[in-house]
């Protein structure tokens, strides 16, 4: 919405059907339909691992390339808070990566200050 205004947003969802702005103001926390589990995947398209969200929970487990679930230091869960389509980390193991979601209806690519550091896509 930045760089919109109020009164052109408004106007824009009334062309869509949606009389009122009073679905945006009851959107859940979290982004909408970020719940799931995903298959992150490098550039290249090499398996890293899953991730699992639940509201403003998420778990992290390392993959072999075939996304099989391995033993690693870097498995664990914690916690994330969305801003818009945005998701950070608060706490776990992506907390130390110092990274940033953007979810996407087809996925979420995550990014760090080196740029775009993996997709992931629903399983």
Same mark, same amino acid.
């Given at each position: 919405?930045?760089?919109?205004?109020?009164?052109?947003?408004?106007?824009?969802?009334?062309?869509?059907?949606?009389?009122?702005?009073?679905?945006?103001?009851?959107?859940?926390?979290?982004?909408?339909?970020?719940?799931?589990?995903?298959?992150?995947?490098?550039?290249?398209?090499?398996?890293?691992?899953?991730?699992?969200?639940?509201?403003?929970?998420?778990?992290?487990?390392?993959?072999?390339?075939?996304?099989?679930?391995?033993? %690693?230091?870097? /498995?664990?869960? *914690?916690? #994330?808070?969305?801003? @818009?389509?945005?998701?950070?980390?608060?706490? $776990?193991?992506? %907390?130390?990566? /110092?990274?940033? *979601?953007? #979810?996407?209806?087809? @996925?979420?690519?995550?990014?760090?200050?080196? $740029?775009?550091?993996?997709?992931?896509?629903?399983?």
């Amino acid at each position: 919405m930045a760089g919109v205004s109020r009164v052109r947003w408004i106007a824009m969802l009334a062309a869509f059907g949606i009389a009122s702005t009073a679905c945006i103001a009851a959107q859940p926390a979290t982004a909408a339909g970020a719940d799931g589990t995903y298959g992150c995947a490098d550039v290249t398209g090499i398996a890293l691992g899953l991730l699992s969200i639940s509201g403003s929970s998420y778990t992290w487990t390392k993959t072999d390339t075939g996304f099989r679930p391995q033993q %690693a230091n870097e /498995n664990g869960s *914690g916690t #994330v808070r969305f801003d @818009g389509n945005y998701f950070v980390p608060v706490t $776990g193991p992506m %907390a130390r990566w /110092n990274v940033t *979601g953007a #979810v996407a209806a087809n @996925g979420i690519n995550i990014n760090n200050n080196g $740029g775009n550091l993996m997709g992931c896509r629903r399983r």
